[in-house]
């Protein structure tokens, strides 16, 4: 089999939720433990970091990694979903699973007697457990592709569980309230393993999963947001994060929890294996880590600023829900200043449309926005999101692909700010249209 057709296997032929929406998503892990049984049970070769959350996951669980990496560990991490090469979802210090890696598992997997056909996702998880065990990985670094209880991923158990943040987001899936939603992310949390949980999450939520964590006697930490900006004024003034998101604070004092539990359980002087264990002496990669995320993992389109010329800055991220997007609106207003500003927006349309085009900053002058739709069933087009925006009184032109989109917005805005988003689906698309030497590619 070769690459091609693994990669066309996997997509035309396994139903999958980024693609199809609800539809896609198969709860539940009989599957994911079928896989893993039929593979060996790679999952349980090396110890697990697992990361849930509603935002933040993806960030946190790449500074977790990074931290990893630079203490000299071999780290595998596995995020979703891809920007550009399916690949990127699986990477061992950075380096992404091979071609062969790919290609290999499929034809593997395709021959395997299951009690179910498994899904996009069940398949890709079950890969990335493999190719860490067959790159005998020190630790992982796993990030939950959707809600926490039922995800494909839970099948680990970890040396400590993360939930970044709550709110609310996939409710048709995951429950339209947060102490639902909190419930779904607290299924990680597995008996007698520390949980952390990340700033600012919702008392409400956080009722839940402390409650969860008690009947599973589970040691709960509860991150302080405050701790990142202690923690980067004690550093050297060389110091600073690679990831300028000002909601980045918040994954950072998470990810600093994280270690500070690994170097009290495995590095601590009371630490019953202290020295013994592949996690002792975490801490040591803290400072070039936090400082190399991307670097380290590959990590990108948040908050990512691309020079375009001179004087046109593009700003890409991921927000894809209001409580995201409500920090990101802040952040561009502040970065924008007074000079013109282009808003290109996509998103799905299982999301609360109406609520993020709220958010907008519709009154500001000198503001254009472009509405568009990334290449997939479930992106909600162009012109009927330009219909919800009219609908709350923001007048902008509908532009049906997101090259023609982004095409507009360097016509309309030659110098200022162009900010695109409202789904990592519009980000992929632009990384895809800029050459290498605009900040594009693989």
């Not at 980024?18 to 892990?29: A, H, N, V």
């Not at 472009?370 to 162009?382: Q, S």
């Amino acid at each position: 089999m070769t690459y091609g057709q693994a990669i066309e296997f996997l997509y035309g032929q396994r139903p999958a939720y980024e693609r199809q929406g609800d539809s896609g998503y198969k709860p539940g892990l009989q599957t994911s433990l079928a896989l893993d049984d039929a593979c060996g049970n790679p999952s349980r070769r090396y110890p697990t970091i697992h990361v849930a959350g509603t935002n933040g996951k993806g960030s946190t669980a790449s500074m977790i990694a990074a931290t990893l990496t630079a203490a000299g560990l071999r780290t595998g991490l596995y995020t979703s979903p891809h920007y550009i090469d399916f690949r990127e979802r699986i990477r061992v210090n950075g380096e992404m699973i091979t071609r062969r890696g790919v290609s290999g598992f499929v034809e593997r997997a395709s021959r395997m007697r299951l009690p179910a056909e498994p899904s996009f996702f069940e398949l890709t998880t079950a890969m990335a457990f493999d190719w860490f065990a067959r790159r005998q990985v020190d630790v992982a670094v796993i990030e939950v592709g959707l809600g926490g209880r039922l995800d494909s991923t839970n099948i680990i158990t970890p040396v400590v569980s993360v939930i970044t943040s709550i709110a609310l987001d996939h409710t048709s899936l995951l429950g339209d309230t947060i102490e639902d939603i909190a419930t779904e992310k607290g299924g990680i949390i597995k008996p007698g393993v520390p949980v952390v949980v990340g700033p600012g999450v919702p008392p409400a939520a956080l009722n839940v999963l402390e409650r969860i964590a008690a009947e599973r006697h589970a040691p709960l930490t509860v991150a302080d947001a405050s701790l990142s900006k202690q923690w980067c004024a004690k550093q050297p003034s060389r110091f600073a994060c690679d990831l300028p998101g000002d909601y980045q604070h918040l994954n950072l004092a998470t990810a600093l929890a994280v270690i500070d539990v690994l170097t009290k359980t495995y590095s601590g002087s009371t630490a019953a294996n202290a020295g013994s264990h592949p996690l002792a002496g975490v801490g040591r990669g803290l400072l070039y880590g936090l400082s190399h995320v991307a670097a380290l993992t590959s990590l990108r389109g948040r908050w990512q600023h691309i020079a375009l010329s001179p004087s046109l800055t593009l700003v890409l991220d991921a927000a894809h829900n209001p409580a995201a997007f409500t920090i990101a609106m802040r952040q561009l207003l502040d970065e924008a200043a007074d000079g013109p500003l282009c808003i290109v927006l996509g998103m799905m349309a299982d999301k609360d449309v109406d609520t993020m085009l709220r958010l907008l900053p519709a009154s500001r002058p000198d503001t254009t926005f472009i509405f568009t739709n990334a290449d997939t069933p479930r992106a909600m087009p162009a012109v009927e999101l330009q219909h919800h925006a009219a609908a709350l009184g923001i007048d902008g032109n509908a532009v049906s692909t997101v090259a023609g989109a982004l095409n507009a917005a360097r016509r309309l805005c030659p110098a200022g700010l162009i900010y695109a988003g409202g789904s990592m689906y519009v980000e992929a698309e632009v990384l895809k249209i800029l050459p290498p030497s605009e900040g594009g590619g693989s």
